[in-house]
Structures are given as C-alpha cells and as structure tokens.
T-cell receptor, first 111, second 114 residues
Framework: GENVEQHPSTLSVQEGDSAVIKCTYS??????FPWYKQELGKRPQLIID?????GEKKDQRIAVTLNKTAKHFSLHITETQPEDSAVYFC??????????FGTGTSLTVIP | GAGVSQSPSNKVTEKGKDVELRCDPI?????LYWYRQSLGQGLEFLIY????????KSGLPSDRFSAERTGGSVSTLTIQRTQQEDSAVYLC????????????FGPGTRLTVT
C-alpha cells in the first residue's frame, strides 16, 4: 500500500517567517494530496489540496507544491501568525476513499 | 448546519470488553470514513463506506474490528475483546462523495482500555 512520510515532526518559527512542511509518498498512482490542520483539542480541517495534474496551488498565505517525478509535495505558509500554530497532516490518495496520512507536523509560531 | 457528531466523546473500558462507537455524518453525505489516531501518530485509515456499495475494509487492523452503516447514514464501529493497544482517538469523517472532496471530521471518541 501507499506509505506517506512527513517531515519535520516539530517546527518552530518566529511570527512573520515562513514555514515549510514536506511529505513524500511511495505509490506513483496517488493523484490527490490534501493537507489538514488540527488545532489543539479540535478536529482536523482541510486547508488546501492539490491534484496530480497541477504542480502548484496557492490560497492566500498557503501554497502547496507537487513534484510527481520525485513523489513529494510540500506545504508552504508565509507570514506566519500565532493562529497558524497547530498540527498539520499531509495525505495521499490513490483511489476514492483510500487516504494515507503522514504522522503530522506540530507547528509553533512564536510571537 | 449540523456537523459530524460522534458518541461517546470518551470511553474507558476494561481489557477484553466489547465497545461500540457511533458516528452521525452530515446529512446528505454519501461517503463515511473511520480513522484511528494514536498519540503522536497520524490518522490511520480503518474503513470507508460509499453509498450502498460494499465498504472498503482494507484498513481494519484485525478481525476484532468491524463497522456497519445503517440506511446509508449512521455508522457504528465495534471493537471486540478490546486490547490496551486499541487505546486511541477514533475519528469519523464524511464527505459528499463526489470525487475527491473535503472530509468533515467529527470530534472523535477517545477510547482508553485499562
């Protein structure tokens, strides 16, 4: 099956700096890559996603890039704010209903 | 409208007992997922229901785990003869089911097996 690895496991940045979280996947058939944000004590929520026919997608301060050849994708958060502090999960999907999640990155934005 | 709900929010059980966890998806969502989240770990896929199709059970860790979805709505995850390693947060999610769309997660059930 698919194997998703996520790095780093923890990340601290100063407010206003950028944060980058990277994920790799093993199955070249994966074609959908969502990112979820989980604040402390809350449920995961989708923040951005990308499909395999696109190399980059941006939504305000958040962007995701995908390199299909290298089988890795990254989340970029610019101008970080304290409310960006949370655990971020990447995921890869081969087929509808089959989602393989990374182990999460705990991001702390220091004011 | 109402989001995904799960009950109970917390469950403490003795090793060897059976437990049932309930998920109420968002009305009209045809897809329903169960995940397990252990401390410091990601979301482990357990099972996926889509409409009236046979569920994808490929993620269930053992035959002690089973799930059903009645009437295409409410789902119950059953763990028989619970073990300490079953302790985790069990999350349910639902989606419209039209392609790869956003999953809406419930608040989870924290299961502790003593």
């Amino acid at each position: 099956g698919e194997n998703v690895e996520q790095h780093p496991s923890t990340l601290s940045v100063q407010e206003g700096d950028s944060a980058v979280i990277k994920c790799t996947y093993s199955d070249s058939a994966s074609n959908y890559f969502p990112w979820y944000k989980q604040e402390l004590g809350k449920r995961p929520q989708l923040i951005i996603d990308i499909r395999s026919n696109v190399g980059e997608k941006k939504d305000q301060r958040i962007a995701v890039t995908l390199n299909k050849t290298a089988k890795h994708f990254s989340l970029h958060i610019t101008e970080t704010q304290p409310e960006d502090s949370a655990v971020y999960f990447c995921a890869a999907s081969i087929a509808r209903g089959q989602f393989y999640f990374g182990t999460g990155t705990s991001l702390t934005v220091i004011p | 409208g109402a989001g995904v709900s799960q009950s109970p929010s917390n469950k403490v059980t003795e090793k060897g007992k059976d437990v049932e966890l309930r998920c109420d998806p968002i009305s009209g969502h045809t897809a329903l997922y169960w995940y397990r989240q252990s401390l410091g770990q990601g979301l482990e896929f357990l099972i996926y229901f889509q409409g009236n199709s046979a569920p994808d059970k490929s993620g269930l860790p053992s035959d002690r785990f089973s799930a059903e979805r009645t009437g295409g709505s409410v789902s119950t995850l059953t763990i028989q003869r619970t073990q300490q390693e079953d302790s985790a947060v069990y999350l349910c999610a639902s989606s419209h089911g039209q392609g790869w769309d956003e999953q809406y997660f419930g608040p989870g059930t924290r299961l502790t097996v003593t």
